[in-house]
């Protein structure tokens, strides 16, 4: 029966940066995808933005991973020419009630070791962007966007140049502890294969995935819920230059209805949050007016007409109270030696990709020692 060193399931984001850096010292490394091809789900869907670190509490693991992987990532994009651009952002209060909010996270930021961050005054806001209502904001210059298919493109060849192996169209059913490693399953098939390790970067399916291994989701507090954000876009030219985010709402449910200009020029508007219990990624027309008047709060002089539904992604969130972290963890304390779980890898999960990457394959190396 064929065997593989590493076994990687899912090729978003997450699964390619750690196929690239595993392939670089690992001599076999697999990645199972069940879409046809790479970044089909939550790595093609989102703002794009890399984010600057200073959202998450400090030594958490998000804002850990998202300080480094900001900077990892700049430098992979100037190196590989991949399409990038620091614009920076702008938080703003938009009434006196929310400026205390902004002074807890300019100091959270801080904290996370984020460089840059400024707390503007009314005046300085209206002289960076003149179209932004505002009583105060934060100025967060390392803010920026990327094109995330380059990125993930760039990865995937980076990973299947230094040797692994993509098995695209193919959904893994079966993950069996066994005293050879672990029994690989594909779904619909009779084919079958051994792997040293497994790492779950399966996104949207990460706690069923865990599960498939022996990992009581529940219990572990694994389980996912399904978050959905729309984005509408505008036809006009954007009366903005920088990112425009209003204060987070609260436990980071959502960073509120937000404006980003994409690397063309063109403005997107979103996410909203809405809890759903399955993947659909239409945009309900419906919420144009929403949209409008949350963004004129922020954004003076839109035209209501010019907002159209864009396109809509899914955030897989660890359910509980609270802001929760990223879960990536080595089960070998359930006896589940080799087998490294990622679940709840959410915003800012495309920001962090390197870093994480760095740090799984740091814990799959020793794993083969």
Not at 49 to 72: N, Q, T
Not at 211 to 228: Q, T, W
């Amino acid at each position: 029966m064929d065997r593989a060193e590493v076994t990687i399931v899912g090729a978003g984001v997450i699964g390619l940066a750690i196929a690239a850096e595993l392939a670089q010292s690992v001599e076999s490394v697999v990645v199972v995808e069940r879409h046809n091809s790479f970044g089909r789900e939550t790595s093609s869907r989102n703002s794009e933005v890399v984010h600057s670190g200073l959202y998450y509490p400090p030594g958490s693991l998000k804002a850990r991973l998202c300080v480094d992987g900001a900077e990892r990532l700049y430098s992979c994009c100037e190196e590989h020419s991949i399409p990038c651009s620091r614009l920076g952002k702008l938080i703003v209060a938009v009434g006196q009630s929310e400026v205390a909010g902004l002074g807890e996270l300019l100091e959270r930021g801080t904290l996370n070791g984020v460089q840059g961050l400024r707390l503007l005054g009314k005046e300085e806001v209206e002289r960076i962007e003149p179209e932004v209502i505002a009583s105060a904001a934060i100025h967060s210059p390392g803010t920026g966007i990327v094109d995330s298919h380059s990125l993930m493109s760039h990865l995937h060849r980076k990973a299947a140049s230094s040797g692994a192996v993509f098995s695209f169209s193919s959904e893994v059913d079966r993950i069996e502890k066994q005293r050879q490693g672990y029994l690989i399953g594909l779904k619909g098939e009779d084919y079958a294969f051994f792997s040293d390790a497994v790492v779950n970067a399966a996104g949207l399916a990460s706690d069923r995935v865990a599960e498939m291994a022996g990992i009581d989701a529940d219990k572990e507090g694994y389980r996912l819920s399904f978050c959905k954000g729309s984005y509408f876009s505008y036809g006009k030219k954007s009366p903005v230059s920088l990112l425009v985010y209003s204060a987070p709402l609260k436990d980071l449910k959502g960073l509120g209805v937000h404006a980003t200009p994409d690397l063309g020029g063109r403005l997107r508007l979103g996410p909203d949050a809405e809890d759903v219990d399955s993947i659909e990624y239409g945009v309900d027309q419906g919420k144009r007016d929403a949209f409008y008047e949350s963004a004129s709060r922020m954004i003076r002089g839109l035209d209501r007409e010019a907002f159209s539904p864009d396109m809509s992604g899914i955030r897989p969130k660890v359910r509980g109270e609270g802001i929760r972290d990223f879960i990536i963890t080595h089960e070998a304390d359930k006896g589940l030696e080799g087998l490294i779980d990622l679940i709840g890898i959410e915003s800012p999960g495309l920001t962090s990709a390197l870093a994480i990457a760095r740090l799984v394959a740091g814990m799959v190396r020793e794993v083969l020692r």
